[in-house]
């Protein structure tokens, strides 16, 4: 409901969501799922987004090609879940908000950090 959508019983009407009307744009989108940034206006003002995806996400890592053993891998992501993709989307999202100067709006209802293993031989 960031941006808002069509209104569910009304035809033709809007039901407004937090930001102004057609405001918001997402970038970075296909990238770390499980966290949404973009840019929105607020009563005109211009500001950066960072968002939690509160659905399960689908997460797909290609096979190797250098490795003809390797298989694509086909994962899920709880929502409001911190993966290390999503907190280093997270940074580098601060990073470029504050480079523009764009003041910045979180909204974070994580319900955990995943930190996620690395194997070892």
Known sequence: MLAGRPHPTVKGAW??????HGSFMEIMGSWAQTVVVGRARLGGI?????????????????????????EAKFLQQAG????PDSAFKTAQTICDFNRERLPLMVFANWRGF?????GTP
């Open 15 to 20: 039901q407004s969501g937090f930001f102004d």
């Open 46 to 70: 211009p500001l950066g987004v960072i968002a939690v995806e509160t659905r399960t996400v689908n997460l797909t890592i290609p096979a190797d090609p250098a490795n003809l053993d390797s």
């Open 80 to 83: 409001q879940v911190w993966f």
């Open 114 to 118: 995943s930190g996620g293993m690395k």
